[in-house]
């Protein structure tokens, strides 16, 4: 089992910033992606990055240049800074880890953009 906490949600003005955290424990041997996804009202949730247990990193178009994912293997945590918010980046966000057998995903953080 793999149990997932995320952290840092909230609400920013346009162009502001956050960083998301995502602490991984239990079963984390068994972890070889991690990614961040989120879920407007509405809409079907999306993947916005992701990273492998070597730092490949991949990102949704939308999101590419403002956002960086990160991991710190020492702290068993996975970040997502984000920059130049917009209000289309209004979401629950997901954190996600893919291990054997199974994925598992934290309980979902709220960001919202807005003046």
């Known amino acids: 089992q793999v149990q997932l906490v995320e952290s840092g949600g909230g609400l920013v003005q346009p162009g502001g910033s956050l960083r998301l955290s995502c602490a991984a424990s239990?079963?984390?041997?068994?972890?070889?992606?991690m990614g961040w996804y989120r879920q407007a009202p509405g809409k079907q949730r999306e993947l916005v990055a992701g990273?492998?247990?070597?730092?490949?990193?991949n990102y949704a178009d939308s999101v590419k240049g403002r956002f960086t994912i990160s991991r710190d293997n020492a702290k068993n945590t996975v970040y997502l800074q984000m920059n130049s918010l917009k209000p289309e980046d209004t979401a629950v966000y997901y954190c996600?880890?893919?291990?054997?057998?199974?994925?598992?995903w934290g309980q979902g953080t709220q960001v919202t953009v807005s003046s």
């Open positions: 990273i492998t247990s070597g730092g490949r990193t």
């Open positions: 996600n880890a893919e291990a054997m057998p199974r994925s598992y």
């Open positions: 239990g079963s984390i041997f068994s972890i070889y992606l």
